[in-house]
């Protein structure tokens, strides 16, 4: 079985750290993805999905100090159901993608060199450099998805 996903997207707001009781961090926020089509019309249609993400441990702090909306963010994780009786009675259900890796494919507006948090990132990442211009979409992509990292969530 195969519980996998990869997403390219725009945070849509800047994610919300939180610490549960025991003091493990957690950060939620959503990646707007998006995706176009040709319609029965020859006319090719734009369109964008949300998805809600939920980071734990180093990664939500991390997104807590350096993610900002409208980052353009690698994602890759599993997805996840949730539920819950809400307080008026009524059952909620939420699927969301918990996250393995998180990569910033862009640098924040007007950072023209590597940053502490970058180099905090390509630690994290087992030194990968996701800004190396010499290192292809595809190499970056590959290496992701060969890594199978899925424990401690």
């Known amino acids: 079985m195969l519980n996998r996903v990869t997403l390219i997207g725009r945070l849509t707001r800047d994610p919300e750290l939180k610490y549960l009781p025991q003091g493990i961090p957690v950060a939620t926020f959503s990646v707007a993805v998006g995706w176009s089509y040709t319609g029965k019309?020859?006319?090719?249609?734009?369109?964008?999905?949300?998805?809600?993400?939920?980071?734990?441990?180093?990664?939500?702090?991390?997104?807590?100090?350096?993610?900002?909306?409208?980052?353009?963010?690698?994602?890759?994780?599993?997805?996840?159901?949730?539920?819950?009786?809400?307080?008026?009675?009524?059952?909620?259900r939420v699927t969301e993608v918990v996250t393995n890796s998180v990569i910033f494919l862009e640098r924040k507006p007007g950072e023209a060199t590597r940053t502490q948090q970058e180099?905090?990132?390509?630690?994290?990442?087992?030194?990968?450099?996701?800004?190396?211009?010499?290192?292809?979409?595809?190499?970056?992509?590959?290496?992701f998805l060969k890594d199978d990292d899925t424990g401690g969530f």
Do not use: Y
């Open 41 to 92: 019309d020859g006319v090719r249609k734009e369109n964008t999905d949300f998805f809600n993400c939920v980071a734990w441990r180093n990664q939500a702090e991390f997104m807590g100090r350096n993610g900002t909306k409208g980052r353009l963010v690698f994602v890759e994780g599993r997805l996840q159901n949730r539920s819950w009786d809400a307080a008026d009675g009524t059952k909620r």
């Open 119 to 143: 180099t905090e990132l390509i630690d994290a990442n087992q030194g990968r450099d996701p800004f190396d211009s010499h290192v292809s979409d595809d190499t970056i992509l590959e290496n």
